[in-house]
Nanobody, 126 residues
Framework: QRQLVESGGGLVQAGGSLRLSCAAS????????MGWFRQAPGKEREFVAA????????YYADSVKGRFTISRDNAKNTVYLQMSSLKPEDTAVYYC???????????????????WGQGTQVTVSS
């Protein structure tokens, strides 16, 4: 059973930091590029960041560039999202997702990701 499980969300004050983790099981982790998306109440799901299967390439939405860092540890089947200088507008449910390495290593389109986690809530207070 292929499964992605996020953790690390919570409540933080503006300007603070959080690190999200996403542990994968039931799939060959190195066969997938990984991404993080988020969805705020009343808004569509949006791309946050992506990392190639090897970890050698990373991509970010303009809204988080310079504040968030995506990384992966293939030995632990885990992808991370380090979030710093958090803003109230970063409040959302954050999802990790897996996309086959058969395709190009970057996509910000949620429909191109095959497997999804259940999400973890991040709330940034002002």
């Amino acid at each position: 059973q292929r499964q992605l499980v996020e953790s690390g969300g919570g409540l933080v004050q503006a300007g603070g930091s959080l690190r999200l983790s996403c542990a994968a099981s039931g799939l060959t982790f190195t066969m997938y590029h990984m991404g993080w998306f988020r969805q705020a109440p009343g808004k569509e799901r949006e791309f946050v960041a992506a990392v190639s299967w090897s970890g050698g390439s990373t991509y970010y939405a303009d809204s988080v560039k310079g504040r968030f860092t995506i990384s992966r540890d293939n030995a632990k089947n885990t992808v991370y999202l380090q979030m710093s200088s958090l803003k109230p507008e970063d409040t959302a449910v954050y999802y990790c997702a897996a996309r086959s390495k058969v395709y190009s290593d970057h996509s910000d389109m949620s429909r191109e990701y095959r497997y999804w986690g259940q999400g973890t809530q991040v709330t940034v207070s002002s």
